[in-house]
């Protein structure tokens, strides 16, 4: 308890002075240079899980120097009487174990040199000729070896492995997240592995506790191709760990996870906000922690405290006054810095680096001169005329935009006007309202992307007929009378001549085919004739079977800028007449046509939401109508597709099947000689439609073949 007063009053009386760690003075720098010995080096080194620092000195010294330690904040502070700082620097950056920097300050002759620790951990300290050797080990104090100390700083330590069987890594992996984030996959051979995650300056540092790394694990992984945050990884063996170094670029934050055995470090890109303090997505605070604890303190010493901690230059206004007690403990420093400030009725601006703080209403009433500024420099700002070629637009409609009511772009003395035949436009206007439609101009001015829209249309149609009937005849080459008018057998079936005379039947001209049986595919005929008696009977047989298969296919394609709408036709318009209401007749036209109609919009992912619409029309004559119709196949959609993908966007399958039977009554239901006098046709027909989209956005390389 004694020690850790001791240093709390001297850290405070360090803070109390108002001048950061590790600055001396002028004076202090003519003394250091009258010193007798010099810090000449400092070295770090990790083994076995403890931290190796060696002092090197110009001169050995006679004794251990002398040190205490604090708990909170966890420091250890060593003093070196008679001597000066001879590194070129006050503040080095660690982060090895449990030590996180080290701060060498000097006063006068003396140097001390304090270590920032995550927490409290015993140390021991032992000469080595011109060196010092202090050791951190987070298990119980013990004496340093020699050896192992020059060992350790000497980088002779060789990997160990694992102490326990089953605690290794099986693989590592890389891959990139869907936001664009990398992810470093472990996989663990026993999920129980003891992980700590770091972070050592600009990297991230994974040490798997008691694990062993395969040999073939053991490399450096350049990511950069992925596009990710992270440049590149190393694994490697380090003692009993296995020691996972991730070097990221840019701005970013990382999130780990473990499920089962497999251990998930995911970096994502962080977009700098200039109004926040600390830069992350991951809650209001996520400043590094500190503790502070100080009773009826100026306002302006914590301030100072916190720019020393943060780095941040701070500028605090002449009427921020007072003093406050504070005891904060583990607190993120951002969150820290709102406490302060709203304890006092503080507020801040901040810009870059620098944190400007006052009291609100003096920060609000400086932002209302400042507008209050701005808006009559505005109005009394010269103006300027500046000519604006627009290239793919139509400089009338930026006129119209410019022109209307509802616009800000243009200030209350701004004017426009539009040359169609150059196609500009020219703006009369303040600096800034033009330098702000110079950028508008050059956002909206750029080529649109074409996109080819390429439609095939299917139509397949298969018809099957079959025919089977047998048909008896009976005839008579005489005529004769009833009630006086003459009659010709069989006249019906024979027809008559170019006289009008029936014709006679004969049994050549059966066969061939003069008569009025049929001579097609599948048919027979037999005529049983008696020449005296005049009379004959003839008997057809017909089987007939058709089978037909036909395809049609359309291909319309159309090439047409993001976000308008084409369209494309092939057909015919067919003509016919039309009754007016004054009795005379007018010709007019019916379109049938096979159209493609399309509208594309280009997605930000670079998909396609296309609004399409296409009709296949195919006139139908009838001869009891003068007005043709149209029949008609129209599809009308809205769909997204990949770039260059097909889909098929609608389709029609029709079927249909017929039985026809024709028969002479009685007879031709009687079974087995039924058929001699009946006739039966069954018809089967199949139709299908299918529609295939496939848009494709139009690069340089890309044609329509």
């Not at 920032?116 to 011109?130: A, E």
């Not at 992350?280 to 502070?292: A, D, M, V």
Request: charged fraction near 25%; avoid cysteine.
């Amino acid at each position: 308890m004694k020690k850790k007063r001791i240093g709390m009053l001297l850290l405070a009386a360090m803070f109390a002075t108002g001048a950061p760690l590790g600055v001396a003075s002028a004076q202090d720098g003519v003394q250091a240079q009258a010193a007798a010995n010099q810090i000449e080096g400092l070295e770090v080194a990790e083994h076995g899980g403890a931290v190796y620092l060696r002092i090197t000195l110009r001169e050995p010294l006679a004794q251990v120097p002398a040190s205490f330690s604090v708990s909170n904040p966890a420091r250890i502070a060593l003093d070196f009487p008679g001597t000066a700082n001879a590194l070129g620097r006050t503040v080095q950056n660690i982060e090895r174990g449990e030590l996180r920097s080290a701060n060498i300050v000097q006063a006068g002759d003396r140097t001390r040199l304090v270590l920032n620790l995550v927490r409290v951990v015993p140390h021991d300290i032992r000469l080595q000729g011109r060196d010092v050797i202090v050791a951190l080990t987070p298990a119980a104090a013990q004496t340093i070896d020699a050896g192992v100390a020059a060992q350790a700083l000497g980088n002779f330590a060789a990997p160990r492995e694992a102490a326990a069987s089953g605690q290794g890594v099986r693989d590592i992996q890389f891959r990139r997240g869907t936001n664009g984030e990398g992810r470093v996959v472990v996989d663990l051979a026993n999920p129980d592995t003891g992980i700590d995650i770091r972070q050592q300056g600009g990297k991230l540092v994974v040490d798997l506790i008691g694990a062993a790394l395969p040999e073939h694990l053991r490399r450096r992984a350049d990511v950069t191709d992925f596009g990710t945050p992270v440049t590149y990884f190393t694994a490697q063996q380090q003692g009993g760990n296995v020691r996972l170094v991730v070097t990221p670029n840019g701005m970013w934050e990382h999130n780990a996870y473990q499920s089962d055995n497999q251990f998930v470090l995911e970096l994502k890109r962080v977009v700098e906000d200039p109004n926040k303090l600390v830069q992350g997505s991951r809650g209001k605070y996520q400043g590094e922690k500190l503790s502070l604890n100080f009773q009826n303190i100026d306002v302006r010493s914590v301030l100072q405290v916190i720019a020393d901690f943060t780095d941040f230059n701070i500028i605090t206004s002449d009427s921020v006054q007072g003093n406050l007690t504070l005891r904060l403990k583990d607190v993120p420093w951002d969150q820290a810095l709102d406490i302060i400030l709203q304890a006092k009725g503080l507020d801040m601006r901040k810009n870059g680096n620098v944190i400007w703080i006052a009291p609100s209403d003096e920060l609000a009433a400086r932002e209302k001169l400042q507008l209050e500024a701005q808006a009559q420099i505005g109005d009394l700002e010269p103006l300027s005329t500046e000519s604006f070629q627009i290239n793919y637009h139509k400089a009338k409609e930026i006129f119209d935009f410019l022109k209307s009511k509802d616009q800000t772009m243009l200030s209350k003395r701004g004017s426009v006007v539009v040359d169609e035949r150059s196609n500009k436009v020219f703006v009369t206007d303040v600096g800034s309202r033009l330098e702000a439609l110079r950028k508008l101009v050059n956002e909206i001015d750029v080529a649109p992307r074409q996109v080819l829209i390429e439609a095939r249309i299917v139509e397949a149609s298969k018809t099957f007929t079959r025919d089977l009937g047998v048909r008896l005849g009976f005839g008579s080459r005489g005529v004769a009378s009833l009630d006086g008018a003459r009659v010709g057998f069989g006249e019906s079936s024979f027809g008559e001549d170019a006289r009008g005379d029936p014709i006679a039947f004969t049994p050549g001209g059966a066969q061939s085919g003069t008569g009025y049986l049929p001579n097609g595919f599948g048919s027979m005929a037999l005529s049983i004739f008696n020449s005296r008696a005049t009379r004959f009977l003839n008997l057809e047989v017909q089987a007939l079977e058709s089978d037909g298969r036909g395809r049609t296919v359309s291909s319309p394609r159309v090439l047409t800028a993001n976000q308008v709408e084409a369209s494309i036709e092939q057909g015919t318009e067919i003509p016919y007449q039309e009754a007016t209401s004054s009795g005379a007749t007018n010709v007019e036209f019916k379109k049938a046509v096979l159209a493609l109609k399309v509208k594309p919009q280009i997605t930000p992912d670079g998909r396609l939401q296309l609004s399409i619409e296409v009709n296949k029309d195919r006139p139908v004559f009838d001869p009891r109508f003068s007005v043709p119709s149209i029949e008609t196949k129209n599809i009308k959609s809205e769909v997204l597709i990949e770039n260059g993908g097909t889909v098929v966007i609608g389709g029609i399958y029709e079927e249909v099947e017929g039985d026809n039977v024709a028969r002479v009554p009685v007879l031709g239901e009687l079974p087995l000689v039924g058929g001699l006098f009946r006739s039966t046709e069954r018809t089967s027909d199949r139709k299908e439609l299918l529609v295939f989209i496939t848009p494709r956005i139009v690069s340089e390389a890309l044609t329509l073949r």
